[in-house]
């Protein structure tokens, strides 16, 4: 795997750019929102948290919310936000469009737990099965639908941008799609998460290849979170996590491969595994070694094929 390493000199060309965020209000999000302003970025952030969203935006407002490695806060601000509504998402982006009539960096970080009782051993008799536990379509919306809508409207947004870029900048307009370790890697007892967060990354190894020859340039990526120290890991496997010594993210460690991946005009189509703090691209490894797990000959099929197929226009 090749080590991403966060670098501060990219990281400022973020600054009075314009992002947009969802799932912004705690953990991660609330980490890289924070990261953002520090850096002087104009972020709009989404969630349905409205509680943690207004006082995060209230700190930013305030001196709590300045020097973090910055040469000055950008701006914040929230908007309650229900992923799973696609107009919820759009009315988001119309926020930041309506302001400074362009969106530069969007970031799709929203996501839930799984409901119980769908594959615990005790639920799957003939008897159980003959009522249905706790819908599980609002979890499969939050983590994979809602993100797909917001890839739409993020390609759309961009797309729409008819400013002229500063002489001499490198930067593009990106896409960041939060996924986790559970969509590279077999995630037993996280049955329709993982199968989300796998899809999230289908959608990142789609899109990547196509968008920078459709849209100038635009890039996406995928952050693959090993355990981070959020709402969403239970306190008491966080704590025997860490008795056995083992990598534990910050909401901070990740934010900065977020905010990497968003600023270094380099990265593209990566999937960066985030583990103890710090940044591994795993697709390069999965495309290096191709013809050993599907075989050489399979392998140069598979490749004819992608370029017969191309980018998906001509069919």
């Known amino acids: ?34 990261l953002l302003h520090a850096l002087g970025a104009h972020v709009f952030f989404g969630d349905w948290d409205a509680q943690h969203g207004t006082q995060l935006e209230a700190d930013l407002h305030s001196e709590k919310g300045k020097g973090i490695d910055s040469h ?18 759009l009315a988001l982006f119309d926020a930041a469009h309506q302001k400074h009539g362009r969106v530069d960096v969007a970031i799709s970080c929203a996501a839930v737990k799984e409901p119980s009782g769908w594959f615990e051993p005790e639920s799957l008799d003939l008897a159980t099965i003959r009522t249905e ?17 917001f890839a739409r409207l993020a390609l759309a947004y961009m797309k729409s941008d008819n400013t002229t870029p500063a002489p001499g900048s490198a930067f593009t ?20 998460y993982a199968a989300a967060k796998h899809g999230v990354v289908g959608l990142m190894r789609a899109l990547a290849p196509w968008t920078p020859h459709q849209f100038a340039g635009l890039r996406v990526n995928a952050i693959c979170p ?43 189509g990566n999937a960066v595994f985030v583990s103890g703090g710090k940044g591994f691209d795993t697709e390069a490894g999965v495309e290096r070694t191709q013809p050993l797990w599907m075989g050489e000959e399979n392998s140069e099929q598979f490749q004819k094929g992608q370029r017969i197929l191309g980018l998906g226009g001509d069919w």
């Open 72 to 89: 000055g806060a950008g701006t914040a601000h929230f908007t309650q936000v229900d992923v799973r509504e696609y107009q919820s998402q």
């Open 133 to 149: 536990p706790v819908p599980i379509t609002s979890a499969l919306d939050i983590n994979l639908t809602s993100v797909v809508h």
């Open 1 to 34: 795997m090749a080590e991403i390493i966060y670098s501060p000199t990219a990281a400022e060309q973020l600054r009075d750019k314009v992002v947009v965020i969802t799932g912004g209000a705690q953990g991660i999000g609330a980490a890289t929102v924070t």
């Open 226 to 268: 090993w355990a981070t120290a959020t709402q969403l890991l239970p306190g008491a496997l966080r704590d025997r996590w860490t008795a056995e010594k083992m990598p534990l993210n910050s909401p901070a460690d990740v934010a900065r491969f977020m905010v990497q991946c968003a600023a270094d005009g380099e990265i593209n």
């Open 173 to 192: 307009k990106s896409i960041v799609l939060v996924s986790s370790i559970a969509g590279i890697t077999p995630a037993p007892g996280l049955f329709a």
